[in-house]
């Protein structure tokens, strides 16, 4: 079963305007990872955010994490056309090592020229 | 610097074949290593993580199997693909620390007619 969803599920904005991402989760987390993955190609880690966080910010991107409403947002500023991807939230199952990640369903996220 | 390849990068396969994709990891050792499952649109399903050589846990049941050979050699097999075996499959490293992302090859696109 699917830990996080997020929320739109394809988002349509126009260049230079700010993209915002919602993921809720069901379970408690350790940490929530944001990843973005260009049309046919693999995914590329964007940012982590510890449970004990409430907000992470890497360049353009800004991400905050609500533990007590169980949810995520990323949020991109001033977006640009190579913006253009689908964005997933993802969650480490508590008490274990590695990674074994579980991913929401994505945001489709469309950036015009 | 680390590097993953995964190939072939598309593979049309009949009904009732087998099938072997392979994956390998490069500037690192020891890596925890993963194999997910995309459906079109979809976000991603865990099939197979494995800590160590010879090392494999299941998420889930399926026609499919994995294999690591070599430390950073990790091996997706079936012996007779079905319909439901078509998508997009992907292979990712970590380190062995917890709260490690995760470091994702290009995929493999899987038809299988």
């Known amino acids: 079963s699917q830990q996080g969803e997020e929320d739109p599920q394809a988002l349509s904005i126009q260049e230079g305007e700010n993209a915002t991402m919602n993921c809720s989760y069901k379970?408690?987390?350790?940490?929530l990872q944001w990843y973005r993955q260009n049309s046919g190609r693999g995914l590329v880690h964007l940012i982590l955010i510890r449970s004990n966080e409430r907000e992470k910010h890497s360049g353009r991107l800004r991400v905050t994490l609500d533990t007590s409403k169980k949810s995520s947002s990323l949020l991109i500023t001033a977006s640009r056309a190579a913006d253009t991807a689908s964005y997933f939230c993802a969650t480490p199952p508590m008490q274990t090592s590695g990674s074994r990640l579980t991913f929401g369903e994505g945001t489709q996220l469309t950036v015009n020229p | 610097s680390q590097t993953i390849h995964q190939w072939p990068a598309t593979l049309v396969q009949p009904v009732g074949s087998p099938l072997s994709l392979e994956c390998t990891v490069e500037?690192?050792?020891?890596?925890?290593l993963y194999w997910y499952r995309q459906a079109a649109g979809r976000g991603l399903q865990l099939l197979f993580y494995?800590?160590?050589?010879?090392?494999i846990s299941s998420e889930v049941p399926q026609n499919l199997s994995a294999s690591r050979p070599q430390d950073r050699q990790f091996i997706l097999s079936s012996k007779k693909l079905l319909l439901s075996d078509s998508g997009f499959y992907l292979c990712?490293?970590?380190?062995?620390?917890?709260?490690?992302?995760?470091?994702f090859g290009n995929g493999t696109r899987l038809t299988v007619t």
């Open positions: 494995s800590v160590g050589i010879g090392q």
């Open positions: 379970t408690s987390i350790n940490n």
């Open positions: 500037g690192t050792s020891n890596p925890n």
């Open positions: 990712a490293w970590s380190t062995d620390r917890y709260n490690s992302p995760l470091h």
